[in-house]
Every structure is written in structure tokens, then in C-alpha cells.
């Protein structure tokens, strides 16, 4: 099967279109999201992203992905960042926490 340029370019601006949204800037290395270079930029954009959420002071982010505030350890257990067990919005815990009442009413 072959794809006609045409798609190509719709594909490719789609693409960048969601770099732009969710990340607040389109950048070279985006042309090439399959590459390290591409995923080191993304993942620092979400830290400073993360950064800025949680910061005491007030400041608009660039764009609104953020990494999610999870480590997981070389054993695969998950854990939340040091000191920031909880989102400092809303307080709910980043982890979860078990409840009494059924997972059709909270799912």
C-alpha cells in the first residue's frame, strides 16, 4: 500500500498541530518524533510543565502536558516524586487510595 504525498502532509500537520497544542511550541525535532532528540525535548518540556504547576508562584505554562508525578524504581515498584505524594490543587493523592464504594461509581 502505498500513501500519496497528499496524506503525508496531512498526517504531518496534524502532527505538528498536536506539538503545538499540548506543548506550547513547535520545534525542529518534532519533524523527527521517532528520535531521541525528539523525546529528551518533550519529556523536559512536561518536567518544566511539572515544575510550574507546582510552583508557589503564579505563572502561565507553555503548554499543558506535564509528567506525571510517578518514579518508577529499578524493581518496577511506582512511587510518587519525593514531596509531592499529593496534587497541590486538589490534594488528592498522586497514587490513589482505596475506597469503600464500587468501582462503577468511580470509574
Same mark, same amino acid.
Given at each position: ?6 496524506? /503525508?502532509?496531512?498526517? *504531518? ?8 497544542? =499540548?506543548?506550547?511550541?513547535? @520545534?525542529?525535532?518534532? %519533524?523527527?518524533? @521517532?528520535? @531521541?532528540?525528539?523525546?529528551? %525535548?518533550?519529556? &523536559?518540556?512536561? /518536567? ?8 508557589? &508562584?503564579?505563572?502561565?505554562? !507553555?503548554?499543558?502536558?506535564? %509528567? *506525571? ?7 518496577? %515498584? ?5 514531596? &509531592? ?7 488528592? !493523592?498522586?497514587?490513589?487510595? =482505596? ?9
Amino acid at each position: 500500500m502505498t500513501i500519496s504525498p497528499a496524506v /503525508d502532509l496531512q498526517v *504531518y500537520g496534524y502532527r505538528m498541530s498536536l506539538w503545538a497544542e =499540548h506543548l506550547g511550541t513547535v @520545534e525542529e525535532c518534532f %519533524r523527527q518524533p @521517532e528520535s @531521541e532528540e525528539c523525546v529528551q %525535548r518533550v519529556n &523536559q518540556v512536561a /518536567d518544566d510543565n511539572w515544575a510550574t504547576y507546582v510552583s508557589p &508562584q503564579m505563572e502561565d505554562m !507553555k503548554g499543558h502536558l506535564m %509528567r *506525571y508525578p510517578v518514579k518508577v524504581e529499578q524493581d518496577g %515498584r511506582v512511587g510518587p516524586l519525593p514531596g &509531592q505524594e499529593s496534587f497541590p490543587d486538589v490534594g488528592g !493523592k498522586v497514587l490513589g487510595t =482505596h475506597s469503600s464504594l464500587p468501582n462503577a461509581l468511580t470509574t
